[in-house]
């Protein structure tokens, strides 16, 4: 079956422009989170979704970041105004269910690069 | 201090030597632990799963977790140059969606 799909795979863009990045979850799986992943610092919580419920924010750096989850399916992360410190690997991951005992499966990433 | 300590390496061995893999962490709460294996261009794969302390095993894989000295590692026997890629821990408390992860360790392993 189909893993977790992300698009793009690369993007470029200039300095102060907005950028959306996509994440197709694995069909049924009700948990979708979104880290980055920087040179050296591992992977970065940025937001989780579960279900119907309020999603969790708590790691977006600033409030230029904003996701969102249609249909408990597709979810978008968008970065507006894009700052060079912004370029790193996006993971979006999805899990069966809620909770750290349920493994997360990672699509390949979009890797972002501000100039 | 970052809640996981995990080296960067880069670790590099030949075919067939047996590699341990290590973190550390400094919070109590963590229950969970967990390793993943992420090739060049590719997302992180879970490899292991442990809750608590104890070891684990899966084939040429072990992992070991020691909550008194909050310390994990990954031991791989018989490394193969395809195990070459950047390992991961990660970590969570009970009742939480979030995990916390090390920066990874690249390992080489060389023919």
């Known amino acids: 079956g189909a893993g977790v799909s992300q698009s793009p795979s690369n993007k470029v863009t200039e300095k102060g422009k907005d950028v959306e990045l996509r994440c197709d979850p694995i069909?049924?799986?009700?948990?979708l989170y979104w880290y980055r992943q920087s040179l050296g610092q591992g992977l970065e919580f940025l937001i989780y979704?579960?279900?119907?419920?309020?999603?969790?924010k708590s790691g977006l750096p600033s409030d230029r970041f904003s996701a969102e989850r249609t249909g408990g399916s597709v979810s978008t992360l968008t970065i507006q105004r894009t700052q060079q410190e912004d370029s790193a690997v996006y993971l979006c991951?999805?899990?069966?269910?809620?909770?750290?005992?349920?493994?997360?499966?990672f699509g390949n990433g979009t890797r972002l690069t501000v100039t | 201090q970052k809640e996981v300590e995990q080296d960067p390496g880069p670790l590099s061995v030949p075919e067939g030597a047996i590699v341990s893999l290590n973190c550390t962490y400094s919070?109590?709460?963590?229950?969970?632990f967990m390793w993943y294996r992420q090739y060049s261009r590719k997302g992180p794969e879970l490899l292991m799963y442990?809750?608590?302390?104890g070891n684990k095993e899966d084939g040429r894989f072990t992992a070991q977790v020691d909550k008194s000295s909050k310390y994990i590692s990954l031991f791989i026997r018989d490394s193969q140059p395809s195990d070459s890629a950047t390992y991961l821990c990660?970590?969570?408390?009970?009742?939480?969606?979030?995990?916390?992860f090390g920066t990874g360790t690249r390992l080489q392993v060389f023919p």
């Open positions: 991951a999805s899990s069966l269910t809620q909770g750290a005992s349920s493994p997360l499966h």
């Open positions: 919070n109590s709460a963590f229950q969970y």
């Open positions: 990660a970590m969570s408390e009970v009742n939480t969606d979030k995990l916390i």
């Open positions: 069909s049924g799986h009700t948990a």
């Open positions: 442990t809750y608590s302390s």
């Open positions: 979704f579960q279900g119907n419920s309020a999603p969790d």
